[in-house]
């Protein structure tokens, strides 16, 4: 009997190290995943569009429809109304991070090879002819 304890006993002991190291080096070796961690801004966009109104599938339960009847939390406008005002504050946002973080780069435009225009040219001599005549 002592020696089935024993077996026992360097069984648990063996398969408990193994586990918890198997753990250790599965978090280690995969980091969290990128596309979770960086979150582009067509992304907040997405986010800031559905905040408040949801989307329509999300929408289409039976307390969602009693909700909008009785404007709980909110009614659909005013939902709607919430989110526009949100995406505008992060659109604004956005732009003035877009153009504060680097300078302006300003070129020359370049030099335009036609020497008149379209509209300033003298109208055509013939005659259009429509069908193939």
């Keep these: ?4 304890w024993k077996s026992l006993s360097g069984t648990i002991l063996f398969s408990t190290i193994a586990t918890l190291t198997s753990v250790q ?15 582009p801004f067509a992304e907040k966009f997405n986010r800031a ?6 989307n329509f599938f999300g929408n289409r339960d039976i307390l969602h429809q009693i909700g909008r009847y009785f404007g709980i939390p909110k009614y659909p406008e005013q939902a ?14 956005e732009q ?10 300003r070129t020359p435009d370049l030099i335009n090879p036609y020497n008149q225009s379209v509209l300033t040219a003298p109208p055509p001599n013939s005659n259009p002819s429509f069908g193939g005549n």
């Design 1 to 4: 009997m002592a020696m089935n």
């Design 25 to 39: 080096i599965a978090q280690a070796g995969h980091p969290e995943d990128p596309a979770r961690t960086y979150q």
């Design 96 to 105: 003035r991070r877009q153009f504060s973080s680097t300078p302006v780069i």
């Design 80 to 93: 709607i109304e919430s989110d526009n005002r949100r995406v505008n504050q992060l659109y604004i946002d």
């Design 49 to 54: 569009t559905q905040r408040r109104s949801g």
